[in-house]
């Protein structure tokens, strides 16, 4: 059973950074994709960025320009870095990861608070 550990989440000001970390352990055949979830009070669940042990990325355009993702794949573990936060970025954050059986995991969630 493949089991997600994240790490980072906080509470900061408009404007600062943040970086978030999943480590999976577990997989018998590997890990082909990670990425981040979110989701806001009163929200639905939805996709900040992903992507594959090939480094292929893809991002919610709410983050382009303003968080990046990267993995290493020889840890299994999964980065966000974020950058200018806004208010409107706070939420759970929720890491996913995808192994080579299309099988999918979720992280517990970490909380992700943009305050003054």
């Known amino acids: 059973q493949v089991q997600l550990v994240e790490s980072g989440g906080g509470l900061v000001q408009p404007g600062g950074s943040l970086r978030l970390s999943c480590a999976a352990s577990?997989?018998?055949?590997?890990?082909?994709?990670m990425g981040w979830y979110r989701q806001a009070p009163g929200s639905q669940r939805e996709l900040v960025a992903a992507i594959t042990s090939l480094n292929i990325t893809n991002y919610s355009d709410s983050v382009k320009g303003r968080f990046t993702i990267s993995i290493d794949n020889a840890k299994n573990t999964v980065y966000l870095q974020m950058n200018s936060l806004k208010p409107e970025d706070t939420a759970v954050y929720y890491c996913t990861a995808e192994d080579y059986t299309k099988a999918d995991y979720w992280g517990q969630g970490t909380q992700v608070t943009v305050s003054s």
């Open positions: 577990g997989s018998a055949v590997g890990i082909n994709a």
